[in-house]
């Protein structure tokens, strides 16, 4: 197997999309976990052995057509660590990973992909928008719980005029997908009517405006390889 074809994933919001673009074409199987540096060697090539995860586009097809199903492996550096998060994904059909790992599915309430406080699933277009549902990652219930938290504890602080700016520039780091852009919309809301409670004016809140959509990002060229070295140097300094 060529060793290129282990990347890593540095970006959270790279590994979002491209985990949306995998349950989008099938691969709604899922089963996640951690691994550390030391064994994420033997992880990639224990998958590779059982579930061909590094196959080439043609060889996918070909699998398809004979109805069996594909499964991928995404691997992602999302805290600068010792250790990956790992994504095994796969389709309907027949396969290893249906027999040996505990998939879930990404579609059903029970079984979706979470990343770093978000979770991927489907949610109803409005009917201007033409109907049906789509595919999104949005906050979970804790994740905006903790924000609320967040922004009331800024809000009576002392030094709340010191500390508001790097709040609101924290919460404009959030992924702009469409349901987290309303999540991040209903959060300022809810600062600007604690600001004006505590007796400030909110115009002096430093808001940026609306938090622009995601940009589709590039796949980067860096491997595994390249963070295991990464690592090392980390560690022998």
């Known amino acids: 197997m060529s060793e290129r074809k282990r990347q890593v994933i ?15 074409h099938g691969y709604h199987h899922h089963v996640s976990g951690v691994v550390s540096a030391g064994r994420a060697q033997a992880l990639c090539e224990k998958f590779e ?15 398809k057509a004979l109805g069996k199903a594909n499964a991928r492996l995404m691997l992602a550096d999302l805290e ?5 998060h790992w994504f095994l994904m796969v389709t309907d059909g027949e396969h290893a990973a249906h027999r040996l790992e505990n998939l879930k599915d990404a579609l059903a309430h029970g079984g979706r992909v979470h ?9 109803p277009h409005s009917k201007a928008a033409g109907g049906g549902v789509r595919l999104t990652w949005r906050m979970t219930t804790e994740t905006e719980r903790q924000w609320r938290f967040q922004i009331r504890s800024t ?24 349901t987290t852009r309303y999540q991040v919309g209903k959060l300022v809301a809810f600062l600007s009517a604690e600001w004006e409670r505590s007796g400030r004016k909110v115009e002096t809140l430093p808001l940026p405006g609306a938090l622009p959509y ?21 560690h022998d300094n």
Not at 80 to 84: A, E, F, K, N, P
């Open 80 to 84: 600068r660590g010792d250790s990956l």
């Open 115 to 123: 990343v770093s406080g978000y979770e991927l699933l489907r949610l």
């Open 10 to 24: 540095r970006y959270k919001t790279l590994l979002m999309q491209r985990l949306l673009d995998l349950v989008r």
């Open 49 to 63: 052995e059982r579930y061909d995860v590094f196959l080439n586009m043609n060889q996918r097809a070909y699998r």
């Open 155 to 178: 809000v009576r602080s002392r030094r709340a005029d010191d500390l508001v700016a790097g709040l609101v520039r924290s919460l404009y780091q959030t992924p702009g997908f469409h």
């Open 214 to 234: 995601v940009r589709r990002m590039a796949d980067e060229d860096f491997t595994l390889d390249d963070w295991l070295a990464g690592h090392a140097a980390r």
